[in-house]
């Protein structure tokens, strides 16, 4: 009998023998039959241990699927017969998953990478991400994309080593020329090569560094150190990065994933620009949109400072044609520039609700029939409440002349804006009093006045966006047991190793961004923006037995996210030792102790020593003005394999029909809980299809299960706000999130939404009522009871000098919830 070392994998290569893996995959049967036994799991490994050892000599090496087949045979001898038909059928489903993924990735064979990923995972990698060949095909390994982008993120942390630069001196001079084709994958730091467009990013950012005369050495000095392994050492921090990704555990925006060691270099997801009222403004931004979409980026505007529709124009004695035209100009310009391959581009655009165009803009969108390639937001005034509450007429002012032309009625312009939220979910809405009480720069380059497409980033012109989130379902902490119960519980030190790695990560892609517009560049390296977020939340709660919303809920997201934006601010503290504060910071008012999210300002909800870091600040500096940020996610949590951002589950089964049948994907946590109770069939998985995706109603499973796995149509729009608050309470900028109404919601309950988000500090809102737009996810409620329905019946204001247009009729708010605004 000898001792099993090594064992021979699909691929032919050799790996050490890890008997765990044995014992993890019997366990994972034990679960799949509502048995969980790890004491089992461990004894009946320990017999396949042996029976390998009694039938292979010391020259042969066992296969992969031998030991497969031993640990069939184990299981049908000690008469674990429904473990072993789990494990069997288990077996059968990840070898249709390897041919699956194989096909996926046009790969003979797939590697330990392409195995931590699902089918569904891949196919947004290779849809959107993987390199390609010019016949369309995959040419390049998830492996190999996140090592480009590690490399890619890892090379300005060089720019600060200064033990390495004292090793060669020489005098500061001009820029030097540099074939970076010649040198493509000769180069290394320790063992990752440098392609040609990380060496393209290097000289670049050298060039920066050396016009502000912060190089000590020349070019040449500087990559002959690299060539001499200087820098090796940095291998470790490329790794972390790497890791970051392919463990799942954090993910940058989209651009930077598909930039980053390849042509355009630039890794921002989202810029603001400024539109003027004059031909040359428009076209000029026209222009400088269409370059950041062609580089994959979405673009924010405020149209409010164009003039109305009917204004005058002097220099031709016409009319004006209003900012919704110039809108619709922008529209058709991102319809035909496709970004690079990747998405087209996405718009926001803005008006504030003091403009004279205010009510056209509100209904631009109707049916959702124009404007395609907007999402369009009204900003509310921080002077509109006041008007709102004591029911006075609100001034609407011509942005040219700076005049009243006319007032309304706030309330009717409230309504109206309600409405067509309720209609077609759009416009959005952005509270202009809290989007700018916590920004840093009010008191010296004014109030903020746009976001970027998706709402969750407030930004100045020629700001831009660097993003990443934070899978926070990665940090669960599974116990196994002996019993139905499983041990689960949230690693607390682990997360917060991440988040101090995902900032310097962000802040890395603020320095090796190649920006689309030098104005970009300059306003972004000196304010230096980052946006730490988190994804995975729906999946985390469910994994922690937690009611998205229940105080419990509300209490965990709190605490969640104080403890993202403490620790992001302490890594920021530390960069800002290392290399330096952003440069706008005396223009900011961190100096006087302040920070920007409300959750700063209430000693008594605090979980964190604030104070702490606030003295922490006031001595070195913060390297970032922002620092958490809470995107959609769309794409990387895709990748992740989790829900998207801070949103709740949006069903727990998707029916996918193909030509050879029907196929369900099944969220597995709600998969292992129900299959633990010895419920878990294919008559349950075509139930909760039927019902939209949900378990609400269905009475043979448990009320406490039944009230952990909501979905996000189950949960009440109050308790999605207060979720909401909850984050946004401890968010330097904004939040992305829908809040979900069922498709027979009141237009009353709606306003009764919008105002409680005010109320709570919110700084916007978006809102989807279900099956209010064709084409757009939406949930089944084919057997719900749905409440009784007023027709939202219109009304002509038509005689109504204040207003001149349609509102509805029965949603109206009572006094006393007017006062609460």
Same mark, same amino acid.
């Not at 972390?240 to 799942?248: A, D, I, P, T």
């Not at 000029?284 to 164009?306: E, Q």
């Not at 946006?531 to 939340?537: D, E, R, S």
């Not at 394999?641 to 801070?646: A, K, L, N, R, T």
């Given at each position: 009998?000898i001792e099993i070392?090594k064992i021979?994998?699909?691929?032919?290569?050799?790996?050490?023998?890890d008997p765990?893996?044995?014992?993890?995959?019997?366990?994972?049967?034990?679960?799949?039959?509502?048995?969980?036994?790890?004491?089992?799991?461990?004894?009946?490994t320990?017999?396949?241990?042996k029976?390998?050892e009694?039938?292979?000599?010391?020259?042969?090496?066992?296969?992969?699927?031998?030991?497969?087949d031993?640990?069939e045979?184990?299981l049908m001898?000690e008469?674990?017969?429904?473990?072993a038909?789990?494990?069997i059928?288990?077996?059968?489903?990840?070898?249709?998953?390897?041919t699956?993924k194989?096909?996926?990735?046009?790969?003979?064979?797939?590697?330990?990478?392409?195995?931590? *990923?699902?089918?569904?995972?891949?196919?947004?990698?290779r849809?959107?991400y993987?390199?390609?060949?010019? %016949?369309?095909?995959?040419?390049?390994s998830?492996?190999?994309?996140? !090592?480009r982008?590690?490399?890619h993120?890892g090379?300005?942390?060089l720019?600060?080593?200064?033990?390495?630069?004292?090793?060669?001196?020489?005098?500061?001079?001009?820029?030097?020329?540099?074939?970076?084709?010649?040198?493509?994958?000769?180069?290394k730091?320790?063992?990752?090569?440098?392609n040609?467009?990380?060496l393209?990013?290097?000289k670049?950012l050298?060039?920066?560094?050396?016009e502000?005369?912060?190089?000590?050495?020349?070019?040449?000095? &500087?990559?002959?150190?690299?060539?001499?392994g200087?820098?090796?050492?940095?291998e470790?921090?490329i790794e972390?990065?790497?890791?970051?990704?392919?463990?799942?555990?954090?993910f940058?925006?989209?651009?930077a994933?598909?930039? +980053?060691g390849?042509y355009?270099?630039?890794?921002?997801?989202? *810029?603001?620009?400024?539109?003027?009222?004059?031909?040359?403004?428009i076209?000029?931004?026209?222009?400088?949109?269409?370059?950041?979409?062609?580089?994959?980026?979405?673009?924010?505007?405020? +149209?409010?400072?164009?003039?109305?529709?009917?204004?005058f124009?002097?220099?031709?004695?016409?009319?004006?044609?209003?900012?919704?035209?110039?809108?619709s100009?922008?529209n058709?310009? !991102?319809?035909?520039i496709?970004?690079?391959g990747?998405?087209?581009?996405?718009?926001?655009?803005?008006?504030?609700? @003091?403009?004279?165009?205010i009510?056209?803009?509100?209904?631009?969108?109707?049916?959702?029939l124009?404007?395609?390639?907007?999402?369009i937001?009204?900003?509310?005034?921080?002077?509109?409440?006041?008007y709102y509450?004591?029911?006075?007429?609100?001034?609407?002012?011509?942005p040219?002349?700076?005049?009243?032309?006319?007032?309304?009625?706030?309330?009717?312009?409230?309504?109206?804006?309600?409405?067509q939220?309720?209609?077609?979910a %759009?416009?959005?809405i952005?509270?202009?009093?809290?989007?700018?009480?916590?920004?840093p720069?009010?008191?010296?380059?004014?109030?903020?006045?746009?976001?970027n497409?998706c709402g969750e980033?407030?930004?100045y012109?020629?700001? @831009?966006?660097?993003?990443?989130s934070?899978?926070v379902w990665?940090?669960?902490?599974?116990?196994?047991t002996?019993?139905?119960?499983k041990?689960?519980?949230?690693?607390?030190?682990?997360?917060?190793k991440?988040?101090?790695?995902?900032?310097?990560?962000?802040?890395?892609?603020?320095?090796?961004?190649?920006?689309?517009?030098?104005?970009?560049?300059?306003?972004?390296?000196?304010t230096?923006?980052i946006?730490?977020?988190?994804?995975?939340?729906?999946?985390l709660?469910y994994?922690?037995?937690?009611p998205?919303?229940?105080?419990?809920?509300? %209490?965990?997201?709190?605490?969640?996210m104080?403890?993202v934006?403490?620790h992001?601010k302490e @890594?920021s503290?530390?960069l800002?030792r290392?290399r330096?504060a952003?440069p706008?910071?005396?223009?900011?008012f961190?100096?006087?102790?302040?920070?920007?999210f409300?959750g700063?300002?209430?000693?008594?909800s605090?979980?964190?020593?604030w104070?702490?870091?606030?003295r922490?600040?006031?001595?070195?500096?913060?390297?970032?003005?922002?620092t958490?940020v809470?995107a959609?996610?769309?794409?990387?949590?895709?990748?992740a394999?989790?829900?998207?951002?801070?949103e709740?589950?949006?069903?727990?089964? +998707?029916?996918?029909?193909?030509?050879?049948?029907?196929f369900?994907?099944?969220?597995?946590? &709600?998969?292992?809980v129900?299959?633990r109770?010895g419920? &878990?069939?294919?008559d349950?998985?075509?139930?909760v299809?039927?019902?939209?995706g @949900?378990?609400?109603d269905?009475? *043979?499973i448990?009320?406490?299960?039944?009230k952990? &796995?909501?979905?996000s149509m189950?949960?009440?729009?109050?308790?999605?706000?207060?979720a909401?608050a909850a *984050?946004?309470?401890?968010?330097?900028?904004?939040?992305?999130?829908?809040?979900?109404f069922p498709?027979?919601?009141?237009?009353?309950?709606?306003?009764?939404?919008?105002?409680?988000?005010?109320k709570?500090?919110?700084?916007?809102? !978006?809102?989807?009522?279900?099956?209010?737009?064709?084409?757009?996810? !939406?949930?089944?409620?084919t057997e719900?009871k749905?409440?009784?329905?007023?027709?939202?019946?219109?009304?002509?204001?038509?005689?109504d000098k204040a207003?001149?247009?349609?509102?509805?009729?029965?949603?109206?708010?009572?006094?006393?919830?007017?006062?609460?605004?």
């Open positions: 009998m070392k021979e994998k699909r691929d032919g290569k050799i790996s050490e023998f765990k893996k044995i014992v993890d995959a019997i366990y994972k049967a034990t679960e799949a039959v509502g048995m969980p036994n790890y004491q089992l799991a461990k004894t009946l320990d017999r396949v241990v029976s390998l009694e039938n292979f000599n010391k020259k042969e090496i066992p296969k992969v699927e031998q030991i497969q031993a640990v045979q184990v001898e008469r674990e017969s429904r473990t038909k789990a494990y059928l288990y077996r059968q489903k990840r070898t249709t998953i390897r699956e194989q096909q996926v990735l046009n790969k003979k064979n797939i590697d330990e990478v392409d195995k931590k *990923f699902d089918i569904n995972s891949l196919r947004v990698l849809s959107r993987l390199k390609k060949d010019k %016949e369309g095909k995959v040419k390049e998830p492996r190999e994309l996140f !090592t982008v590690a490399v993120v090379l300005p942390s720019f600060y080593d200064t033990k390495v630069f004292k090793k060669e001196k020489a005098p500061l001079h001009a820029q030097e020329s540099f074939d970076s084709q010649e040198h493509a994958n000769k180069v730091i320790g063992k990752f090569k440098l040609q467009f990380h393209l990013a290097l670049r050298f060039d920066r560094f050396n502000k005369k912060q190089m000590k050495v020349t070019w040449s000095n &500087f990559f002959n150190l690299i060539k001499k200087e820098f090796n050492h940095y470790q921090e972390q990065y790497y890791s970051l990704m392919v463990e799942r555990r954090f940058p925006n989209t651009p994933l598909v930039n +980053f390849n355009l270099g630039m890794g921002s997801a989202c *810029f603001v620009l400024d539109v003027e009222d004059s031909i040359d403004s076209m000029d931004t026209l222009k400088r949109a269409s370059v950041i979409f062609k580089a994959g980026g979405g673009v924010g505007y405020n +149209f409010s400072h164009i003039r109305p529709e009917g204004d124009v002097k220099t031709t004695g016409g009319v004006a044609s209003g900012p919704i035209s110039f809108m100009l922008f058709r310009m !991102t319809e035909v496709k970004q690079g990747i998405r087209r581009g996405a718009n926001m655009g803005i008006l504030n609700c @003091s403009h004279p165009d009510d056209k803009f509100i209904t631009a969108k109707k049916g959702n124009s404007l395609h390639n907007f999402n937001s009204v900003w509310i005034d921080s002077d509109f409440w006041d509450r004591k029911n006075k007429p609100y001034p609407l002012v011509n040219r002349t700076n005049e009243v032309v006319k007032n309304i009625n706030p309330r009717k312009l409230f309504d109206l804006l309600v409405y939220g309720w209609e077609s %759009e416009p959005g952005i509270f202009g009093d809290w989007s700018n009480k916590y920004n720069f009010l008191d010296t380059l004014g109030p903020i006045e746009a976001t497409p980033v407030l930004l012109p020629y700001e @831009s966006c660097n993003l990443g934070i899978n990665s940090f669960v902490k599974r116990e196994p002996n019993g139905r119960k041990q689960v519980e949230f690693d607390w030190k682990a997360f917060e991440t988040i101090y790695l995902a900032t310097k990560f962000l802040d890395n892609v603020v320095e090796i961004n190649n920006y689309p517009l030098k104005k970009i560049e300059e306003l972004s390296l000196s230096r923006k946006g730490l977020g988190i994804m995975g939340l729906g999946n709660l994994d922690l037995e937690i998205y919303d229940s105080n419990q809920g509300v %209490e965990f997201m709190e605490r969640m104080e403890f934006n403490l992001s @890594s503290i530390d800002a290392e330096g952003f706008y910071y005396d223009k900011s961190y100096s006087n102790g302040r920070l920007p409300k700063s300002e209430e000693e008594d605090w979980h964190l020593d104070n702490d870091l606030k922490r600040i006031k001595k070195y500096g913060l390297r970032n003005a922002f958490t809470i959609p996610t769309g794409s990387i949590s895709m990748i394999g989790c829900s998207s951002g801070i709740p589950v949006y069903s727990l089964v +998707f029916e996918k029909k193909v030509a050879v049948g029907t369900y994907y099944v969220d597995p946590v &709600f998969e292992k129900m299959s109770e419920i &878990f069939d294919e349950l998985i075509r139930e299809s039927r019902r939209g @949900s378990v609400e269905l009475r *043979f448990p009320r406490d299960l039944r952990i &796995f909501s979905v189950d949960i009440k729009a109050e308790d999605h706000i207060k909401l *984050f946004q309470k401890w968010t330097d900028s904004s939040i992305s999130k829908t809040i979900n498709e027979d919601v009141s237009i009353d309950e709606m306003k009764k939404a919008y105002l409680l988000a005010h709570l500090g919110c700084k916007d809102l !978006t809102v989807f009522r279900n099956k209010s737009i064709r084409g757009v996810l !939406t949930a089944g409620a719900k749905k409440k009784e329905q007023k027709p939202q019946k219109l009304i002509s204001h038509k005689d207003m001149g247009h349609y509102v509805y009729q029965e949603a109206n708010v009572s006094e006393d919830e007017q006062e609460e605004i």
